[in-house]
């Protein structure tokens, strides 16, 4: 499962705020059942435009990463979650958008791997859920 959100009107102040972005990071996995296996790592980035500075950061879970890129001067945000296992989207949108202020937001759940699973149980699990999708 994957999930893109692009967040938009966020509160400047908080998306220019480093330890604010590592807290967001620090607790998201937990937030999600996720495992987290490294600290988050956050840095500012200076763009060849000024108003293209901002926030980056990332944090690495057993079930593979969240990233977020901010842009204080346009008050938005590009949030990734990417997970080889299923999690509450709605509640990370949620998370997100009440840390930093999102006022309006697009957001898209890509799924990954569908053939990964080597265990035939997942696999038609897996098989199950997508007709069911199909259907309606």
């Not at 480093?18 to 807290?23: F, G, R, V």
């Not at 607790?27 to 980035?45: A, G, H, N, Q, S």
């Not at 108003?51 to 593979?64: N, R």
């Amino acid at each position: 499962m994957h999930l893109t959100l692009d967040g938009y009107g966020c509160n400047p102040e908080r998306l220019a705020n480093l330890d604010l972005i590592y807290e967001f990071l620090e607790r998201c996995p937990d937030l999600i059942e996720m495992t987290k296996i490294m600290p988050p790592y956050v840095f500012k980035y200076y763009g060849k435009v000024p108003e293209d500075w901002g926030v980056s950061g990332f944090v690495l879970i057993a079930e593979s990463h969240i990233s977020i890129h901010t842009f204080p001067e346009r008050n938005y945000l590009s949030l990734d979650i990417f997970s080889c296992k299923d999690f509450d989207y709605g509640q990370a949108v949620a998370y997100a958008s009440e840390i930093f202020g999102i006022t309006r937001y697009e957001h898209h759940l890509l799924d990954r791997g569908l053939e990964f699973p080597r265990e035939v149980r997942t696999v038609e699990r897996l098989m199950r859920q997508e007709r069911e999708q199909m259907r309606g």
